[in-house]
């Protein structure tokens, strides 16, 4: 049922840490080259963090700046929704550290491990919070420290290439449905028997004790992933998912006027612009400067697509993520 309410994006905000890692940074601890690397993935440098950073301090950088983008103090921000899979600590999550750091007190904050789509899975839920009239004036970052828990060994340098640190943010407030604006359409899935296609097994519940001598020798506190595979059904579930948004809304692939996927590698976001038809002026693309950002690619492509311009007001955008789970979701906002 269509009700009064939509919800729309008040501002927006990114940040990434100042130390930027080039393909040749890399090759100093691994066996790569910068050629593999861009031709593979597409990423020329990331972002790595330095001294003692957690992901809540990147993502109150990128929430001050959506803040100040929507006009709105963090006094007045009612529901914090944080999206990470690296949270600063094992418990408790990193919302509430957000929520103490903005001195936004006693509100909720809702941690949200979703992966690669954690933020679309946060805006979805955002989104019907607003529309039911709970919350007003939602904060909804996603934020990830990578290059503190990746493998820089060659046994590691399939996945250590590809990831960056990040964050970016959404002020989300309501705004009536006449106007046409604001999120029209989201779209959540998940296939949890790919778990293990890309999955973080220690520290674990399941073992007693959590994390050993020997599960670090054998690097299981390291990311790992079946590359192959997750390509393959990254380039299907993304396209999907945008046609299935496209048809709940009764629109089509020419009504977009700019597509962002899910920052994985530039080779997927390629080919799922051609699967879709799309061409160059309405995708935009930024992980050859700050790889996957996981949790934090969508909102910070969002925020620099805004910032050059290239989202204009009235303007439909698509975003659409796959990943570790697997999760993939989709959604469309009239901007
Ligand atoms: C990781 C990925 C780039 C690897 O590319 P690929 O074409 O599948 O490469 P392969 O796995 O076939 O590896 C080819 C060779 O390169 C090697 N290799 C792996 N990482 C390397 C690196 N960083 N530098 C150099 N060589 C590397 C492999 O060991 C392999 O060597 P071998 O042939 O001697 O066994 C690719 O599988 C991929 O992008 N997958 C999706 C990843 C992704 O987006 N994940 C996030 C989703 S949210």
Not at 110 to 128: E, I, K, M, P, T
């Amino acid at each position: 049922m269509e009700g009064r309410m939509r919800t729309k994006v008040l501002g927006t905000g990114m940040y990434v840490p100042p130390k930027v890692v080039t393909n040749d940074d890399l090759a100093k601890f691994m066996t790569t080259t910068d050629d593999w690397i861009v031709e593979r993935t597409g990423i020329k440098t990331r972002r790595y963090t330095e001294g003692e950073v957690g992901a809540s301090d990147l993502a109150y950088e990128a929430a001050l700046q959506a803040c100040r983008s929507a006009g709105i103090e963090p006094s007045s921000i009612d529901l914090i929704i944080f999206a990470t899979l690296s949270p600063d600590y094992g418990f408790p999550g990193s919302g509430v550290l957000l929520q103490a750091k903005l001195g936004a007190k006693d509100i909720p904050a809702l941690d949200v491990r979703n992966q690669c789509s954690g933020f679309l899975y946060g805006l979805s839920v955002a989104d019907a919070l607003i529309r039911t009239g709970q919350y007003q004036r939602v904060l909804l970052v996603g934020a990830e420290v990578h290059s503190t828990g990746l493998d820089f060994s060659d046994r590691g340098r399939d996945v250590a290439v590809l990831f960056g640190d990040g964050a970016g943010a959404v002020m989300l407030g309501p705004v009536d449905a006449e106007e046409k604006r604001g999120i029209l359409v989201t779209r959540l899935h998940s296939d949890g028997s790919h778990a293990k296609d890309l999955w973080l097994e220690a520290p674990a519940s399941r073992y007693s004790p959590r994390l050993t001598k020997e599960m670090i020798d054998e690097g299981r506190h390291y990311p790992k992933m079946n590359g192959k595979r997750v390509f393959v059904d990254a380039v299907r579930s993304m396209p999907a998912v945008v046609e299935e948004c496209l048809a709940a809304a009764g629109l089509n692939i020419a009504d977009i006027d700019l597509f962002i996927a899910h920052q994985a590698n530039l080779r997927i976001c390629n080919a799922v612009q051609e699967r879709l038809g799309l061409d160059d002026t309405k995708v935009f693309n930024n992980i050859q400067k700050y790889g996957n950002t996981t949790a934090g690619s969508i909102p910070i492509a969002l925020h620099e697509a805004a910032a050059e311009g290239r989202i204009k007001k009235g303007g439909l955008v698509c975003v659409a993520s796959f990943g570790s789970g697997y999760t993939w979701a989709g959604a469309l906002i009239r901007w």
